[in-house]
């Protein structure tokens, strides 16, 4: 990299949950694609006016107050959606469901499913499991999708059908594997941050460690939209004295 002038960066991004456990027995993992990644250290003036002359300072420096950073991950993996919401990932595995209760409020209602579900194998009856009720005549199934291997959220039930409203209703349906995302449970974490970077223009390369980062959830997360979704992360940088004496906040490789 030093026998070049012009950078243009790229690179890879991971990062491992602090423990006090040593060694750390947390997982390190990419972030995923990332778009943006910046450092901006804030400082703090400060000045001494010199009240012996009519103008100018009699002392002057900068401190650094804060080593703040930047990050945009365009990637909605489960574990990255947890990062952006301060959440744990809790994995679900696929099982029958039998006569899960739901409540008709209305003879149009909306009904939601506790999980998501396979498409097929729903049957939705009532409460006494004596009358199945018909798909398409009676009620309807929430696909978020149009496409045809979509999975299932709930149905809708159907004004002109057999089911009525304040009617209790059995459903019985295959839950499909999948990942359960409690969000803002763990707002403070830390973590270490590794950059495994390169010089887009002469392929040269750069490792950079944060040693302790406090990341804060996404800024803003939208679930509709035109653009691929763009989770913007801002962290700050902290000081770790387990570290060597002249690289206690990040160190720098280059080659």
Known sequence: MDNECCFIGRGLISLQEQSDTIPNPNPTRFVGNASVFNVQPQFEEKVKKDFRKATGNACQTKLISSLNLNMTVDCLKSDILALAQGGVVTDIATVAVSNESHLVNDDDDIIHFNFIAAKTGIVVTNSLGTVTYVLGTDYNLITPSADATSTVTGIIILEAGAIAAAQTILIDYTK???????????????????????????????????????LGSATQIDWIG????QLQFEGEMLYDDTQLAYARVLREDVA
């Open 176 to 214: 499909v594997a999948q990942k359960s995302i409690n969000p803002y449970s763990f707002v403070d974490k830390e973590y270490t941050l590794y950059f495994d970077g390169f010089n887009a223009d002469d392929n040269s390369s750069m490792y950079v460690t944060y040693w302790r980062v406090k």
């Open 226 to 229: 035109d653009d691929y979704i």
